[in-house]
């Protein structure tokens, strides 16, 4: 069966699913508007170039001046309402399609782009809110995100394999793998951790579904949704963020710009609030940088610096057991009657010390 150019472009430069998915809808768009402006068949271009270079000359030339025109045409377009990191990404997902079938037109990008945020800081506060009306299954989510620094996407390929050992242990912090196939750019394997709270919010959600296979996706869909039990995807997991920070007043909606409040800030809380060298959070959040590559690969010194750490991180203060409070009562009385008594030989001190001055002056 002969491949479309489409699929012949994508299996050369795509190496994930999310990659291919994110190409193909790219490309797509730009068919739709040179379809509607020009009525060119992107998907045809490379037969059409590959006829009018064995015509040769003047058909070459005018092939590849229409094109270059239809091209500066679509880049002014996509200036007028994107940010310049997504035209310089639009057009190198255009040029990359093009140039797979070795068609000879030069790049069109923005020399200085620069990227546009549009997220906020998302304070302590505003993250105990989204946990105190979340789900169970959102809630650990949420912490999990959070605790970690992970992308979401990342997230919802998380199986019971990458937990399993440490969970069933106790172990906090709790180590999570991260294996090169689920990380972004297939960056080399690599692991991130819970504290106390993102385990307990794990533990009380898993409780209701171990055991579980090693295969089997850690999150999953809830009852009441299509498929429940199954894998979700980031958009679903986004659009119930987006739904509670807009009921609880977090993030209003601002017509077609992005909300200031994103699923993505708890990742960028995580920075924030993590208090470690750089070079280890960025180690745990899945990028690869010069620096990454000289810390140390010893899980056990990660789960210390990440302990150390996890004090500024945590949302809530850890609460006191009872055999712990009953123990200060204990040494808080114990304390007091030293002090009843001290106080008392400081009362008979100053009355001798009166009785000998009164003596002395009678001398």
Known sequence: MKRSPYDLWLNMVAESVKTRSGYLKTINAFESWAKENYGLDVEAIPKDWREAKYAGGVAQEKFLDVLRDILKDYFAWLKGLYTPMTVNRSMSTVMSYLHAFDVPVKPIRLKHAYVTYHNRDLAKEDIRRILDHSSIRNRAIYLVLYETGMRP??????????????????????????????????????????????????????????????????????KGCKDPGGQFGQTALSQAFNKMVKKLGIAESRGKMPKDIRLYCLRKAFRKYMQTEEAYKEFWMGHTSTATHYVSRDPEYHRQLYAQGYENLRLYRPEADHETVV????????????????ETILEEFADLKAQIKREKKIV
């Not at 919802?156 to 399993?164: I, S």
């Not at 196939?181 to 504290?195: A, Q």
């Open 327 to 342: 123990r200060l009562m204990k040494e808080n009385m114990e304390l007091k009657q030293r002090v009843d008594r001290l």
């Open 153 to 222: 996407d990342t997230l919802t390929n998380l199986k019971w394999r990458h937990v399993k050992d440490e969970f069933l242990g106790h172990k906090i912090p709790m180590k999570i793998e991260l294996t090169s196939d689920i990380l972004k750019c297939r960056v080399s394997e690599r692991w991130t951790f819970i504290g106390k709270e993102g385990f307990e919010a794990l533990k009380k959600y898993l409780t209701t579904r171990l055991p579980l296979k090693e295969e089997d996706y850690l999150f999953v869909k809830e």
